[in-house]
């Protein structure tokens, strides 16, 4: 079997601030998903966007990132991870540039194209580095500090676009919310040039050219047709773009079955506990991307919070999602995968409560009342989404961890699309008080059968020793 790191020890200061050039990247990708919601309106004035392309400027990085993902893992296992994720972050600094300059909303979707792109070849290496640059005992703590920073970014996308907007330096307006990327990208750049591991690809890889029209097509149609849904409904066209492209992700996987140098290697998923993590990530990231998506609408839109006060919660939403990320360094090396279950049912609990509470005052909710339940909601989120890769990771040799470099990621953004079009379908109908109270109690019933299904991955013992029968 091949890797491509030679496994050659890397000094431990040297490992952390490669680390860091991951963290920064992944803030940058992570943010640019959402910074870009504030600066609509001024950039729809200023280059006088039509509503569809007010859509692709936030689609298209969206598309094309999750597009990108596979491919680029198997380049980066190709040409070298280093390398890869090198080219990737100037790419993606180049386009965020091109993006702060474009003079027209068609130039602007299309460097948005290419900062997804580049953000996906940048994604798609991390998860090969941190599991080659430290030993196993450290990827809890990496994972985690990987996972949070990841989390925070997309939260903190809105409040900083519009921290930058409203100082408008230098007069740059929307442009600001793409500029910042270039300070950031060439400090990533220089930390990753300098510290990540120079070691070349060891065995000999192709690029499965059939495979990636076929991942790159079925995903497309797949995430683009749920995108339409969300904006258009349940139509009958859409519904048919989507079937094709299950139709082309099924044809792709069998595809898989019989190429030597397959983009995703099936057999990862022979591993129990990774085939049962990725259900469990991606239906929790389709169940909590839908659940930040609405809840600041519902705040605003039925329960009359002014966006201040929305954004109170939601911060106080995201600490508890730190605290909660810094508490399962404890819980979860003592309670295993006990502490995921009850961090996500805990997110449940809090939910369903506050749906019945609404219920109770008619939404006329008190949001200093709700503090608690917020913060204890985040804090259950927080265990359960910065441990859950690391654990279902865990039973994998270091090769199988590389492999699942693009497939992790690839999960995570299908997940995001599901979660998005159920949502319009079961909330967005009846945007009314009822409606909110129905959303809630139905997260909280998925959140509590996501509980019962972390039960079923294997414990401690069981991971350690299929990760030592596969080395």
């Not at 408008?168 to 990533?188: E, H, M, T």
């Not at 499965?208 to 969300?230: E, M, R, W």
Request: charged share 10%; proline share 4%; with cysteine.
């Amino acid at each position: 079997m091949s890797t491509d790191v030679a496994k050659s020890p890397v000094p431990e200061l040297g490992a952390w601030l490669a680390f860091g050039a991951c963290l920064i990247a992944v803030f940058m990708q992570m943010i640019d998903v959402t910074i870009v919601n504030t600066a609509l309106p001024s950039l729809t004035a200023d280059l006088g966007a039509s509503r569809s392309a007010q859509l692709l400027v936030i689609s298209g990085y969206a598309l094309a990132f999750a597009c990108a993902l596979l491919t680029a893992a198997r380049i980066g296992a190709m040409v070298g991870r280093r390398r890869m994720f090198l080219i990737s972050v100037v790419a993606f600094t180049a386009a965020s540039l091109w993006c702060g300059l474009a003079g027209g909303a068609l130039e602007l979707v299309l460097a948005r194209v290419v900062q997804g792109a580049a953000g996906a070849g940048m994604a798609a290496q991390t998860i090969a580095i941190l599991t080659a640059g430290f030993p196993r005992e450290r990827h809890p703590l990496v994972f985690a500090l990987y996972g949070g920073v990841a989390g925070f970014a997309g939260m903190l996308g809105p409040i900083v676009g519009g921290v930058l907007i409203t100082l408008d330096i230098g007069g740059w307006g929307w442009r600001s919310v793409f500029l910042i990327n270039l300070p950031i990208g060439l400090f990533a750049f220089a930390l990753a040039w300098k510290f990540l591991d120079r070691t070349s690809p060891v065995g000999r890889h192709r690029l499965d050219l059939v495979g990636a029209a076929l991942s790159g097509l079925g995903l497309f149609a797949l995430i683009a047709g749920l995108a339409q849904i969300q904006q258009h409904g349940w139509r009958p066209p859409l519904i048919a773009v989507v079937g094709a492209g299950l139709a082309l992700i099924a044809v792709f996987l069998a595809h898989q079955r019989t190429h030597p140098a397959p983009l995703v290697r099936l057999d990862l998923f022979a591993n129990y506990g990774f085939r049962i993590g990725s259900v469990l990530v991606g239906a929790f990231f389709g169940l909590f991307t839908a659940f930040v998506f609405a809840a600041s609408i519902t705040m605003q839109d039925v329960l009359g919070y002014s966006p201040l006060l929305t954004g109170l919660v939601m911060t106080l939403f995201a600490l508890g999602a730190g605290a909660g990320a810094i508490g399962s360094l404890i819980l979860v090396p003592r309670f295993d995968i006990w502490a995921l279950a009850a961090g996500i049912a805990l997110f449940g609990g809090c939910i369903g409560a506050g749906g019945i509470y609404l219920h109770l005052v008619d939404g006329n909710a008190s949001a200093w009342l709700c503090a608690g339940p917020v913060f204890a909601a985040g804090f259950g989120v927080g265990i359960f989404g910065v441990q859950l890769q690391p654990m279902m990771l865990s039973g994998l040799n270091a090769d199988r961890m590389s492999e699942a470099s693009g497939v992790l990621p690839t999960v995570e953004q299908v997940g995001n699309a599901v979660g998005l079009a159920i949502l319009t379908t079961v909330f967005f109908a009846s945007h009314t008080l009822t409606g909110t109270i129905t959303m809630m109690i139905a997260i909280a019933a998925v959140a509590f059968t996501l509980a019962a299904l972390t039960l079923a991955m294997p414990a401690r013992a069981r991971r350690e020793q299929d990760a030592l029968a596969a080395r």
